[in-house]
């Protein structure tokens, strides 16, 4: 279980979240992570969220976003709401590092979804067989991929 402070990276992405506050500190209300974007880093496929709305602040840098088809660039300033099942996904195509404050709402098992997640790109990166298709089958109450 995440406790404020925590920070997951993904290196295959290279994207970092620290956790400011969790399911725990809001009572399942929402979870609360800055995500840092590293320049060049993979995004995330597309996918949605079956019952969570998501919000973003960029706090530093820009960060590309494709939404439900659409993409666009989003700059130091900018929000952007992602309502329940839309189809997203957001990196960093810029130069510099982005960061962005980001709250899920309501927070269900994401902590557990990014730990996991985290950790089988991690293991992947250090050339690990894993089982992605087991990941999105245990945690599609909470993640799902756009087809």
């Known amino acids: 279980m995440a406790t404020a402070g925590d920070e997951l990276r993904n290196p295959v ?3 970092t979240l620290v956790f400011r ?3 725990a500190d ?3 209300e929402l979870l ?3 995500s840092v974007w590293e320049p060049g880093g993979a995004g995330p496929l597309a996918h949605f969220h079956p019952s969570q709305e998501e919000r973003f602040t960029v706090l530093e840098g820009t960060i590309t976003v494709e939404i439900d088809g659409e993409r666009r ?3 130091e300033g900018d929000e952007l709401v992602v309502p329940p099942r839309t189809p997203h996904s957001m990196w960093n195509a810029g130069s510099g590092r982005a960061r ?3 709250v899920t709402a309501p927070a269900l098992r994401t902590e557990e979804f990014f730990a996991a997640a985290w950790g089988l790109a991690a293991a992947a990166h ?3 067989q894993v089982d992605g298709a087991a990941l999105l089958q245990e945690y599609s109450d909470v993640f799902r991929l756009a087809t």
Request: glycine share 20%.
């Open 100 to 102: 962005a404050a980001w």
């Open 26 to 28: 809001t009572g399942g």
């Open 13 to 15: 992405t290279g994207q």
């Open 126 to 128: 250090e050339g690990e």
């Open 32 to 34: 609360e992570v800055e």
């Open 21 to 23: 506050r969790t399911a």
């Open 73 to 75: 660039e989003l700059a």
